[in-house]
Each structure stands twice: as C-alpha cells, then as structure tokens.
C-alpha cells in the first residue's frame, strides 16, 4: 500500500461511514431521491433541464467543499453530498440524452469506461479501492470521482432496461435487486473479494433506487403508482434525515480513528 507522509494523512481519519444495513437504506433511498428530485425541479417547478443543471452544480460544489474541508466523516454533510450527487449523476445522463440525442446505450457504455478509468488511476496511485481508508485528500477525490460515475451510469443503464428496453420499473427494480443478492451470495459463500463486492452493489444500487423511484412517481399510464415526485421525494428526503440524524446522534457508522 502507498506510504503516505504526515501532512496528508490528517490523523488517518476516515471520511467515509462504515458500511452498516443504514448505509445501504440511506444509499438506496437516496439514488431515489435523485431521480425523483431531479425530475421534480425540472418538470414540476419548471426550471427544465438546464436550469435544474445549474441548481445541482452549485449545490454540488457547495456541499463538496464542506467535505473536503471536514476533519472527518460528518453524517450530515456526508450524506447530504451523496444525495446531491445523485441529482448531479442523474443530470448529466437526462442532458446527454434529452438535450444532446445521445443514445442510452452509448452513454451506459462510455460511463462503464469512465468508471474503470477512475478506478484504474485510483488503483494505480493507491494500491488500494478499499473505502475504509479514504483519509487523504487524493483518496477523498477519487472516491467522488467514481460515485459520481455510479451514478451516471446507473441512471443510463437503468433507463435503458426500464424504458428503452421496455422491462418496466417494477421487474428493473426486482431485476436489480435481485442482481445484488447475487453478489451479497458471491461474497459471503463464495468468496468474492469485499471491495470488488462492495462496489457492484454500489453501482446496482442507483439503477435499484431510480427503478423504484420511477415506479413510485410515475404515472399508472406511464407503469408507475402515480404518487408523484413531490410526495416520493419528500417521504424519502424525510426518512434519509431521520436516519442520518440517528446516525449522527449514536455515531453507530463511524470508522475507529486509525493509529499513524
């Protein structure tokens, strides 16, 4: 593993939260989120595409310079830029595709190359993909690099089977869900390595969330239960700050500091 000089290691501590049952139901309702949000500014409010864009990106980097600036992982502004990011990544595949005419298909495939890059030049410098050892700032920027790809790329690919493919929200949903119980089951029967494990169901969980999202927003006409986007994002927006004011009141997802 790459040896690291004092100065920027800040104590060796983490800034990213151990991965408990609560990360992955506030990382699942908040790939949601991004969906419904993300359609809530641009067609319920009316900002469109480009202004919903401009909202997000400023939002985005606002929130990331409170993380970066972070001694250590803070629940709230940790989460509330994985919730960010999730609009972002869901944007960036709606403007290719809506704004742009790119094909679903070219998109899902040219953030699977991005993705690997990243992890390859995260690799490369690192030694490591490991997110139980994001305590420099280098480490700290790949890790964002590379969610929001996940999220890019899960948007286009859960686009793809849902929509252009014509599987439906509802069997997206089950058809994703069911893909990460494949690799929960390849990692604890059969041994796949946990970092490799985590990060498959990292990125199936956005096509997941989106899925479920869709299915909870859209109209009956359209596949979905009708709810709407105002009401899913505020029921899951809800629920998200419940958790991470949990979280942050118990401290039960906070890595130990590690010892220099």
């Given at each position: 593993m790459t040896t690291m000089s004092a100065p920027t290691a800040r104590g060796l501590v983490n800034k990213v939260p151990e991965i408990t049952v609560f990360f992955w139901l506030i990382k699942v309702m908040a790939t949601t989120v991004g969906e419904t949000a993300a359609d809530y500014l641009n067609e319920t409010l009316g900002l469109g595409l480009t202004g919903t864009t401009v909202v997000a990106a400023v939002l985005l980097v606002g929130i990331l310079v409170l993380q970066f600036r972070a001694p250590g992982y803070v629940p709230g502004i940790y989460w509330s830029a994985v919730v960010v990011i999730s609009v972002a990544g869901t944007l960036i595949t709606d403007n290719l595709t809506d704004n742009y005419g790119v094909a679903l298909e070219l998109t899902t495939a040219v953030f699977s190359i991005a993705l690997a890059?990243?992890?390859?030049?995260?690799?490369?410098?690192?030694?490591?993909?490991?997110?139980?050892?994001?305590?420099?700032?280098?480490?700290?920027?790949?890790?964002?690099?590379?969610?929001?790809?996940?999220?890019?790329?899960?948007?286009?690919?859960?686009?793809?089977?849902?929509?252009?493919?014509?599987?439906?929200?509802?069997?997206s949903a089950f058809l994703f869900g069911s893909l990460i119980v494949v690799v929960a089951i390849a990692h604890y029967r059969f041994g796949l390595n946990a970092v490799a494990a985590f990060w498959m169901a990292y990125i199936l969980t956005r096509p997941l969330g989106a899925s479920i999202g869709d299915y909870l927003s859209q109209s009956r006409a359209d596949g979905g239960l009708g709810v709407g986007t105002t009401a899913t994002s505020v029921v899951f927006l809800t629920t998200i700050l419940a958790l991470v004011a949990f979280l942050a009141i118990t401290r039960k997802d906070v890595t130990p500091q590690i010892a220099a």
């Open positions: 890059v990243t992890f390859a030049a995260w690799y490369a410098k690192e030694g490591t993909l490991s997110i139980h050892t994001i305590y420099t700032t280098r480490r700290e920027a790949f890790y964002w690099a590379a969610i929001l790809f996940t999220f890019a790329l899960g948007t286009a690919a859960g686009d793809l089977v849902a929509e252009q493919f014509g599987v439906g929200y509802a069997q």
